[in-house]
């Protein structure tokens, strides 16, 4: 019955049947038969399915909030168990490339120094990759996360806006962001605005083009801050304007991060309090 009780809040907290039967490489058909046992058991619904997913009943709703924290804490230290004597001592952050070399750098160096035996497994990319393809303790995002089956929590945002060196041609957009990336619509009208476009899937090298005046840069403000001589610089104004893009952390399982996430979180925060261009401010330029 515990096994069923854990599956029941893995759904609960995906509100996706399909998503925790991938997620925890469940046939769905299978799950379906636990969560309807475990039903069965209580004598009454937890769930019901609505054209938007998964809505909790009121006993659904009690059980979940009396034991999800205690039962995913549960299974975490069973999972602590089963790992090797070294597991403990691994800490595996996943974060932005461009923000944590330079703007949150010195939160990591602090952390580090603060855990000396802390093995640290550390995996920059710009990319937002699916996390449950990865291992993780700590992610810090910076988008809108479409994924709900973690806890997150918003640190700061960032500005983003067209950006061009004043000589530069204003015929091509250099462009570091994907469709799902951009607001519905905003592709086709940079299109419209834009004769050419290039695509540049890392933010810094995209802001190092622009930054030599090969084009107009749709760039964040933590890259416009990096920009050596801003009095060359110019921004272009574009309606509708651009949306903030937040900066989230996401871990897994409990509702509060552990000790050691929770810390570097702090330390993160603590940096985005000191630092306008990570708190949606515009830096100024020309």
Same mark, same amino acid.
């Given at each position: 019955?515990?096994?069923?009780?854990?599956?029941?809040?893995?759904?609960?907290?995906?509100?996706?049947?399909?998503?925790?039967?991938?997620?925890?490489?469940?046939?769905?058909?299978?799950?379906?038969?636990?969560?309807?046992?475990?039903?069965?058991?209580?004598?009454?619904?937890?769930?019901?399915?609505?054209?938007?997913?998964?809505?909790?009943?009121?006993?659904?709703?009690?059980?979940?909030?009396?034991?999800?924290?205690?039962?995913?804490? $549960? +299974?975490?230290? =069973?999972?602590?168990? /089963?790992?090797? %004597?070294?597991? &403990?001592?691994?800490?595996?952050? @996943?974060?932005?490339?461009?923000?944590?070399?330079?703007?949150?750098?010195?939160?990591?160096?602090?952390?580090?120094?603060?855990?000396?035996? $802390? +093995?640290?497994? =550390?995996?920059?990319? /710009?990319?937002? %990759?699916?996390? &449950?393809?990865?291992?993780?303790? @700590?992610?810090?995002?910076?988008?809108?996360?479409?994924?709900?089956?973690?806890?997150?929590?918003?640190?700061?945002?960032?500005?983003?806006? $067209?950006?061009?060196?004043?000589?530069?041609?204003?015929?091509?957009?250099?462009?570091?962001?994907?469709?799902?990336? @951009?607001?519905?619509?905003?592709?086709?009208?940079?299109?419209?605005?834009?004769?050419?476009?290039?695509?540049?899937?890392?933010?810094?090298?995209?802001?190092?083009?622009?930054?030599?005046?090969?084009?107009?840069?749709?760039?964040?403000?933590?890259?416009?801050?990096?920009?050596?001589?801003?009095?060359?610089?110019?921004?272009?104004?574009?309606?509708?304007?651009?949306?903030?893009?937040?900066?989230?952390?996401?871990?897994?399982?409990?509702?509060?991060?552990?000790?050691?996430?929770?810390?570097?979180?702090?330390?993160?925060?603590?940096?985005?309090?000191?630092?306008?261009?990570?708190?949606?401010?515009?830096?100024?330029?020309?």
């Amino acid at each position: 019955m515990l096994d069923d009780i854990h599956l029941f809040i893995e759904v609960a907290r995906r509100k996706s049947m399909s998503q925790t039967a991938k997620d925890l490489g469940l046939n769905l058909s299978t799950l379906s038969r636990r969560i309807q046992a475990l039903e069965t058991k209580l004598t009454e619904p937890l769930l019901q399915r609505t054209a938007r997913g998964i809505v909790l009943t009121a006993k659904g709703e009690q059980l979940y909030t009396s034991l999800a924290d205690s039962m995913l804490a $549960l +299974n975490n230290q =069973i999972t602590a168990l /089963n790992c090797d %004597s070294n597991s &403990s001592n691994t800490f595996y952050l @996943l974060c932005p490339q461009n923000i944590i070399a330079d703007l949150l750098m010195p939160a990591l160096n602090t952390f580090i120094k603060d855990n000396p035996s $802390l +093995n640290f497994h =550390i995996s920059p990319s /710009n990319a937002n %990759s699916q996390l &449950s393809q990865q291992r993780f303790d @700590l992610a810090i995002r910076i988008g809108q996360q479409q994924d709900s089956s973690y806890y997150q929590k918003r640190l700061g945002a960032i500005a983003v806006k $067209l950006v061009s060196k004043k000589s530069a041609p204003q015929n091509r957009l250099i462009l570091p962001y994907t469709q799902t990336q @951009l607001p519905t619509g905003m592709l086709n009208k940079l299109t419209e605005l834009y004769s050419d476009i290039s695509y540049c899937f890392d933010i810094t090298i995209a802001r190092k083009m622009v930054e030599e005046g090969n084009g107009v840069g749709l760039l964040p403000m933590s890259e416009i801050s990096c920009i050596t001589n801003k009095q060359a610089f110019d921004y272009i104004e574009f309606q509708p304007a651009f949306a903030n893009r937040p900066i989230y952390a996401l871990w897994h399982n409990t509702r509060q991060p552990n000790q050691t996430a929770s810390q570097l979180i702090t330390l993160i925060q603590g940096v985005i309090e000191q630092t306008p261009c990570l708190q949606g401010d515009i830096i100024k330029l020309g």
